[in-house]
C-alpha cells in the first residue's frame, strides 16, 4: 500500500498539537489508517457513481460515500 507520504501526518500533529511527537510505528499507523479510509470512500463513490450511470465521480459522490461509510464505523 502506502502511497501517502509519512510527513504530511507529522505536520499535522504539530498542528493539532505542537508539544507533541509521534513514533514511526504511529505514523505508519495513521498513514495506513488515512489511506484505508480513502480506498474506502473512494470505492463507495465508484457505486454511487455507476449506480447514477455515469463515468464521472463528482464531489457529491465523494461526499455521499463518507456519509455512508462513517455510518457504518
Request: positive net charge.
Given at each position: ?6 510527513a504530511?501526518?507529522?505536520r499535522?500533529?504539530?498542528k493539532v498539537a505542537p508539544?507533541?511527537?509521534?513514533s514511526?510505528p504511529a505514523k505508519r499507523e495513521?498513514?495506513n489508517?488515512?489511506?484505508?479510509f ?12 455507476k449506480i447514477?450511470?455515469?463515468?464521472t ?5 465523494i461526499?455521499?460515500?463518507?456519509r455512508q ?5
Open positions: 500500500m502506502a502511497e501517502l507520504a509519512i504530511p501526518f507529522k499535522m500533529l504539530r508539544d507533541m511527537k509521534i514511526d495513521i498513514r489508517m488515512a489511506e484505508r480513502a480506498m474506502d470512500v473512494l470505492r463507495g463513490a465508484i457505486e454511487i457513481t447514477s450511470k455515469r463515468r465521480v463528482m464531489v457529491g459522490d461526499r455521499a460515500a463518507k461509510l462513517v455510518k457504518t464505523i
